[in-house]
């Protein structure tokens, strides 16, 4: 089955600075990417995904690249706020019909004012 | 638009008790559902998930179950509960056909 790797599992950056986390896949068949932000105690909002025929994909200060060939993909937050701290986990699945998403272990992103 | 409910919020029960959780969509016809559970501080969990009423599909042995009695209605149980089962559940609906999977506002156990 997939198999995501998520790191770093923990990030601290200042206010204001960019972070980056990064996530592979095993899976060459999953063509599917989400990225998921969960706040304390809430349940996980998907704040932006990417399919598999797009290298990039942006909305507003968030980001994500996806690299097929190296079974790589990455979410890139520039001008970090303080709101931005928050666990965030990449994802992968074979989109289209029933699927079956597979997640990163989370990495905690703590944005220093 | 599309609305995912659970309930109860939280719960406190016994080791040894019994458990139903209960999750229902809204908006929606012949949903993808999900159980997830994330125990605190951890990642997601895949529990169970459904293609159809009374489908099932389990991902991991354990003492607990997950049935579909109707389209838009996803149920988990446990006959007797563990200090292991306290987490938070969540329950997660994807429309069948799409790939966005979208998550209820989840119901926080802890067995004491």
């Known amino acids: 089955g997939e198999n995501v790797e998520q790191h770093p599992s923990t990030l601290s950056v200042q206010e204001g600075d960019s972070a980056v986390i990064k996530c592979t896949y095993s899976?060459?068949?999953?063509?599917?990417f989400p990225w998921y932000k969960q706040e304390l105690g809430k349940r996980p909002q998907l704040i932006i995904d990417?399919?598999?025929?797009?290298g990039e994909k942006k909305d507003q200060r968030i980001a994500v690249t996806l690299n097929k060939t190296a079974k790589h993909f990455s979410l890139h937050i520039t001008e970090t706020q303080p709101e931005d701290s928050a666990v965030y986990f990449c994802?992968?699945?074979?989109?289209?019909?029933?699927?079956?998403?597979?997640f990163g272990i989370g990495t905690k992103l703590q944005v220093i004012p | 638009s599309q609305t995912i409910h659970q309930w109860p919020a939280t719960l406190v029960q016994p080791v040894g008790s019994p458990l139903s959780l209960e999750c229902t969509v809204e908006g929606t016809s012949n949903p993808n559902l999900y159980w997830y559970r994330q125990a605190a501080g951890r990642g997601l969990q895949l529990l169970f998930y459904?293609?159809?009423?009374?489908?099932i599909s389990s991902e991991v042995p354990q003492n607990l179950s997950a049935s579909r009695p109707q389209d838009r209605q996803f149920i988990l149980s446990s006959k007797k509960l563990l200090l292991s089962d306290s987490g938070f559940y969540l329950c997660a609906w994807m429309a069948g056909g799409t790939y966005e999977q979208y998550f209820g506002p989840g119901t926080r156990l802890t067995v004491t």
């Open positions: 899976d060459s068949a999953s063509n599917y």
């Open positions: 994802a992968a699945s074979i989109g289209g019909g029933y699927q079956k998403v597979t």
């Open positions: 459904s293609v159809g009423i009374g489908q």
């Open positions: 990417i399919r598999s025929n797009v």
